[in-house]
């Protein structure tokens, strides 16, 4: 949804989803320099980013409460990017919900969602993407996003999209753009 945009992302390490195609499966491990949340805020305020996205890993195995205040202090912007597999902590401006088949999000996110986006790795996943957009609220934003190694992906959803025009694509424009 907010495609283009400046943002500071801070990565937090360790995530227990095991998604087969995961592209940071090094974020799956705690073995990771520590920062206290002040020195997060401060680099993210000194970038002056339009926001902060906070995600990993999974997020929501932290307590985000402290790292969410200090980057208010800051008088930042703040997103999340989950898969819900956690009860949600901290406070936030804006939630992507992401869930996964292989540990699906715990019922208390689903109402705190502000977009829903649902990777498509098998054409089985348009149903698991249409069962979980029963559970978010109306008006969430509903995207389909391609994974990155099945290429047929791409071609599954603008059909799908084309017929089902309630959901949007969601393409990873930082690979096609080669920025990390
Ligand atoms: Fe990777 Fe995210 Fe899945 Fe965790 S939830 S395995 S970080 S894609």
Request: aromatic share 10%; with cysteine; hydrophobic share 35%.
């Amino acid at each position: 949804m907010w495609l283009g945009c400046s943002a500071y992302f801070i990565r937090l390490a360790g995530c227990d989803v095991g998604c087969p195609w995961c592209d940071t499966k090094e974020s799956w491990h705690q073995r990771h320099p520590s920062h206290s949340v002040t020195q997060l805020a401060a680099a993210a305020q000194a970038e002056q980013p339009k926001f902060v996205v906070v995600t990993g890993g999974e997020p929501l195995m932290h307590d985000l409460a402290p790292l969410t205040q200090a980057l208010k202090r800051q008088g930042l912007r703040i997103h999340l990017e989950t898969s819900g597999a956690y009860p949600l902590s901290g406070s936030f401006d804006w939630v992507t919900l992401s869930p996964k088949r292989s540990k699906p999000p715990h019922p208390s996110l689903y109402g705190q969602a502000s977009e829903l986006k649902v990777v498509i790795a098998n054409p089985e996943d348009f149903d698991w993407a249409t069962a979980q957009a029963a559970q978010v609220p109306p008006g969430t934003v509903k995207l389909l996003q391609p994974e990155w190694n099945t290429p047929d992906s791409q071609a599954w959803i603008v059909d799908y999209v084309k017929h089902h025009p309630d959901w949007r694509v969601s393409l990873q424009t930082h690979k096609f753009l080669g920025v990390r």
